[in-house]
């Protein structure tokens, strides 16, 4: 992909400076961003200089190496160990694919034999309700839901009643998502995860922010202020097909510590699965680098 040199000689020693811009065009290209592409850059060129890399195809298999190690920081997901209930808080902007993630993941906990509840913890628009109760009905599962404008902190009460009443061993909780009103959503979101660990030993057991994967270095900002106003302990990457650009979330990661759980490809129940790093880097290759 970077072109394939047939020896040393016409190789790194000849093309340095092309190829080396090339990996870079390539990172920022996939919005993996300025600091994380100069640093990965800077440190192969060192290793190309000091004669540890010594093709282009050893650099490539370097650069490939340190990206997939960056997406596999973090603690595993909990998600599957066992307990009577899991809970799962899902938190995003509006719009960023929450309430379709949140149906997907439903679809597919329930095909891997858990029983999933649904609890509507987004009061503030009617319209997020309806389509969660819209997922719920094409999934086949249960939705707790209020009236608009209801207080967050009861439905999610109520969920974890019904999941207890209804031998449901899986909550997931959407929740809303308006970052004009910091504040009120700090307040929220805090009440919705103190209900939480007082009904359930410590709850909620995963934090999943939902990132759109084409919105490019302001996933940063929208993870940033995630992390400080409830606690994320994963990220789900939305909407992938629509981009080539996945890479913002290397510097989410590297900024919130935790891992990438799963990836939305579309906006069928089907269209999700478990985030892959080998996968996903070599697919930032693929899409990124057929010109470089
Ligand atoms: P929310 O406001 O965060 O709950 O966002 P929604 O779940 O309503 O999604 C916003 C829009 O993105 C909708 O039109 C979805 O169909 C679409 N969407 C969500 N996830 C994906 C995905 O993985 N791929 C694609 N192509 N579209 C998605």
Not at 166 to 181: E, V, Y
Request: hydrophobic share 40%; net charge positive.
């Amino acid at each position: 992909m970077f072109g394939r040199p047939k020896t040393i000689q016409d190789g790194l020693a000849r093309t340095r400076g092309s190829f080396f811009g090339r990996i870079r065009q390539l990172l920022v290209g996939a919005d993996v961003g300025v600091d994380i592409t100069t640093e990965l850059v800077d440190d192969l060129r060192r290793q190309a200089e000091a004669g540890k890399l010594r093709t282009p195809q050893q650099v490539e298999a370097a650069l490939r190496e340190r990206l997939v190690a960056m997406l596999k920081q973090g603690a595993p997901s909990v998600i599957d160990e066992p307990r009577l209930l899991t809970v799962i808080l899902v938190v995003g902007v509006n719009g960023s694919g929450k309430t379709t993630s949140i149906g997907k993941m439903a679809h597919y906990y329930k095909q891997r034999g858990r029983k999933v509840i649904l609890a509507a913890a987004d009061t503030f628009r009617a319209a997020a309700i309806d389509q969660l109760k819209i997922w719920g009905e094409r999934v086949g599962v249960d939705v707790i839901a209020h009236q608009p404008g209801a207080d967050p902190g009861a439905v999610t009460y109520d969920a974890i009643r019904a999941c207890q009443a209804r031998g449901a061993d899986m909550l997931i909780i959407d929740t809303a998502g308006r970052l004009h009103t910091k504040y009120n959503l700090m307040q929220e979101l805090a009440k919705v995860r103190g209900v939480a660990a007082k009904q359930v030993h410590r709850a909620p057991h995963e934090t999943l922010l939902v990132i759109d994967a084409t919105t490019g270095q302001n996933g940063l900002a929208q993870a940033r202020h995630f992390k400080d106003t409830v606690g994320v302990t994963g990220i789900v990457l939305a909407k992938l097909d629509g981009t080539a650009k996945g890479g913002i979330v290397f510097p989410i990661v590297q900024e919130l510590g935790v891992g990438v759980r799963f990836v939305g490809t579309g906006e069928k129940l089907e269209d999700w699965a478990e985030f892959d790093p080998e996968i996903f880097v070599s697919g930032l290759f693929e899409q990124n680098g057929s010109e470089t």
